[in-house]
T-cell receptor, first 112, second 113 residues
Framework: RKEVEQDPGPFNVPEGATVAFNCTYS??????FFWYRQDCRKEPKLLMS???SGNEDGRFTAQLNRASQYISLLIRDSKLSDSATYLC?????????????FGAGTRLAVHP | ETGVTQSPTHLIKTRGQQVTLRCSSQ?????VSWYQQALGQGPQFIFQ???????GRGNFPPRFSGLQFPNYSSELNVNALELDDSALYLC????????????FGPGTRLTVT
């Protein structure tokens, strides 16, 4: 079983739609959680951190459910510029260093 | 932009050869991590360098090695290249090993033929 699993998509949505991505992780001792965004042939860029209390940044809302080992990302009012691959990232407790464990990513395509 | 730079941008090597990739961390960041991203996959952790020493390592063979210099820049060396080493190699810097936020450079795309 992969440490971080995501639905690869693609999710094809019209502009203005609301879309949700899910991610599950296997290591219950994981300590930190993030969503990164990666455009085609570019580097991953930090989108937002994920907390149990949930956090919101404009049109983006992220949520963590530790009991179910489940992370979500909600994008409201999708824009063409949101088209990208969204990577779920988990940091397990490693004792002295932090390594990012990435999912394979979920591809989003927003069309006019 | 993150301020993390990598060179070269692209590289083509032959199986069995050796390659060195370079990374300059963001100003103020003393920790550098390296990741390998194969096509269609998420990045995989290779190792992390802090205070010029390897601070943690993923599931990569010893032919993957690295260095960190006093100015916190870093090199990734891969010996005896294999076809499966073809990938995007990403460097990420962070304030220190305990800091969770890592910022990536643009990557080096390595093709092994």
């Amino acid at each position: 079983r992969k440490e971080v699993e995501q639905d690869p998509g693609p999710f094809n949505v019209p502009e203005g739609a609301t879309v949700a991505f899910n991610c599950t992780y296997s290591n219950s001792a994981s300590q930190s959680f993030f969503w990164y965004r990666q455009d085609c042939r570019k580097e991953p860029k930090l989108l937002m951190s994920v907390y149990s209390s949930g956090n919101e940044d404009g049109r983006f809302t992220a949520q963590l459910n530790r009991a179910s080992q489940y992370i979500s990302l909600l994008i409201r009012d999708s824009k063409l510029s949101d088209s990208a691959t969204y990577l779920c990232v988990v940091i397990p407790f490693s004792g002295g260093y932090n390594k990012l464990i990435f999912g394979a990513g979920t591809r989003l395509a927003v069309h006019p | 932009e993150t301020g993390v730079t990598q060179s070269p941008t692209h590289l083509i090597k032959t199986r069995g050869q050796q390659v060195t990739l370079r990374c300059s961390s963001q100003s103020g960041h003393n920790t550098v991590s390296w990741y390998q991203q194969a096509l269609g996959q998420g990045p995989q952790f290779i190792f992390q360098y802090y205070r010029e020493e390897e601070n943690g390592r993923g599931n990569f063979p010893p032919r993957f090695s690295g260095l960190q210099f006093p100015n916190y820049s870093s090199e990734l060396n891969v010996n005896a290249l294999e076809l499966d080493d073809s990938a995007l190699y990403l460097c990420a810097s962070s304030l220190d090993p305990a800091n969770n936020e890592q910022y990536f450079g643009p990557g080096t795309r390595l093709t092994v033929t």
